[in-house]
Nanobody, 124 residues
Framework: QVQLVESGGGLAQAGGSLRLSCAASGFTFSTVTMAWFRRAPGKEREFVGRIDWGGARTSYADSVKGRFTISRDNAKSTMYLQMNNLKPEDTAVYYC?????????????????WGQGTQVTVSS
């Protein structure tokens, strides 16, 4: 059974940092692209960033580029999202996702499995 479990969300002040984790099980983590998406209140889900199977290739939404960093530890089947210089507009539920059947997709439709999400709230 595939499971993606996010953790590390919480409350941060503007300019602060948080680190999210996504623990995966039930599939061969080291062979798939992983990604982070987020959904802010009243808004559509949006792409945050992605990382290829080996961690050599990443890409980010313009809104988080230079502030957020995605990494992965294949030995631990875990992906991370380091979020620095947080802004109130980063407030959202953050989801991790796994693309088992697609190669490095950017759209949500390319991801087969999703976590339950973790809330990030940034105060001004």
């Amino acid at each position: 059974q595939v499971q993606l479990v996010e953790s590390g969300g919480g409350l941060a002040q503007a300019g602060g940092s948080l680190r999210l984790s996504c623990a995966a099980s039930g599939f061969t983590f080291s062979t798939v692209t992983m990604a982070w998406f987020r959904r802010a209140p009243g808004k559509e889900r949006e792409f945050v960033g992605r990382i290829d199977w080996g961690g050599a290739r990443t890409s980010y939404a313009d809104s988080v580029k230079g502030r957020f960093t995605i990494s992965r530890d294949n030995a631990k089947s875990t992906m991370y999202l380091q979020m620095n210089n947080l802004k109130p507009e980063d407030t959202a539920v953050y989801y991790c996702a796994a693309a088992v059947t697609s190669q490095f997709p950017i759209s949500a439709g390319g991801y087969d499995f999703w976590g339950q999400g973790t809330q990030v709230t940034v105060s001004s």
